[in-house]
């Protein structure tokens, strides 16, 4: 899935232009960018799961969703222009905070 969404990727930022795209355009964009994240998110997560001994399942899935959305909320910030230091720590915070509420539960 994640390669399908990563040559939807290529074939829009060669094809069109961030103006010329539209709403509908924007939404795809974000969306197979998240799936592709997502893709490399659970093949992190499952090295790390297998290095430290961990247990797998469903699990693995939600911390990958969780670390997958850190790289959304920073192309948002970018394209909004609001991107600092301060928005890169509290997208990271955010994305500790949330895998640490996972463990705990």
């Known amino acids: 899935m994640s390669l399908i ?49 961990g247990q797998k399942g469903k699990r693995t899935y939600v911390y990958a969703a969780i670390i997958a959305f850190g790289p959304i909320m920073l192309l948002l910030a970018q394209s909004l222009g609001s991107m600092s230091l301060a928005m890169v720590l509290l997208t990271a915070g955010f994305v500790l905070l949330a895998c640490f509420w996972v463990s705990k539960r």
């Open 5 to 53: 969404a990563a040559v939807i990727l290529l074939a829009m930022l060669y094809f069109t232009t961030p103006a010329g795209i539209g709403p509908l355009g924007v939404l795809v964009f974000f969306t197979t960018f998240y799936i592709l994240i997502f893709g490399i998110a659970v093949g992190v997560v499952k090295i790390f799961t297998r290095l430290s001994g």
